[in-house]
């Protein structure tokens, strides 16, 4: 069998008989540079929006924080500013996403929530409405019941359609922190020291100030997706990525359950897919 990062399966050392038939199907795309390859993810997102546009009912897109996507959500807008403009409208009044998680104790207009966050990375470039741009109230007084709504009003909308996801340090989806099974839902989770220190910098640099706790989407919502874009950059996340493809599935990494998704596609630049055994 050959797999998508070119080399024969018997030389990969598998440990479990599900990762050849996951690798098999995997759709990998890999970049030199953090910079090509948001361009060709916005390519693909572009292509996805544009036909999402011409059925009667626009699926929900699931959107991910973080460093990584940055530049994704800048070369968007920026792609998308030279549609015509009555698509541009057609496109802003029927958008609607679901955003991963948010952190406990952060109301909306918060500058370190993550709603925040979206707001000045996308909503405030295509104008959309809160409704539109759904994320978890970080600053309900209830959590628990917030986690509860929020998948509910993600399955009253039909599941997610095109799923994006970053990966954390420690193997995390979303906020889904080790160990994560793979039936999780929606919830109110504590998060570890190391995403904590590895988020430090949206909080001045200073991990006590990252809240302790997050609602986020569970696997069990991320793996009802229709189709799931991976987008890993960077030589610091190379190992664990490697860990999530090719090791058998582990709750210790929650990123691992993607191997039993039918459509994964992997976005990577050449540092952060240097320990897979890829074609020289
Ligand atoms: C964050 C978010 C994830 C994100 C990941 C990677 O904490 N909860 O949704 O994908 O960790 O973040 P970064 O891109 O900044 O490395």
Partial sequence: IQHPFGASLDGLNCRDHCVPQFLSRLV????????????????????????????????????????????????????????????????????????????????????????????AQLGRHLELAPPQLCLPDGGADDPAEEARRYAAAVQEAGGIGLQLLGLGGNGHVGFNEPPSPAGCGCRVVTLQRATRIQNAGAFGGDPDQVPERAITLGLDEILAADEIHLIVTGAAKAEILRTALLDPCSAEVPASWLQQHPRVHLWVDDAASAHLPLLS
Avoid: I
């Fill in 28 to 119: 990998v795309q890999r970049r030199p540079e953090p910079t090509a390859l948001m361009q060709a993810l916005v390519d693909h997102v572009m292509v996805h929006l544009d036909s999402a546009l011409e059925q009667e009912r626009f699926k929900p897109l699931g959107l991910a924080t973080g460093r990584t996507m940055e530049p994704f959500y800048g070369t968007l807008v920026q792609r998308l500013s030279a549609w015509p403009a009555s698509r541009l409208a057609q496109l802003k009044r029927r958008w609607l996403s679901f955003n991963l998680d948010e952190y406990v104790g952060l109301p909306s207009a918060d500058e370190h929530s993550f709603a925040s966050y979206m707001h």
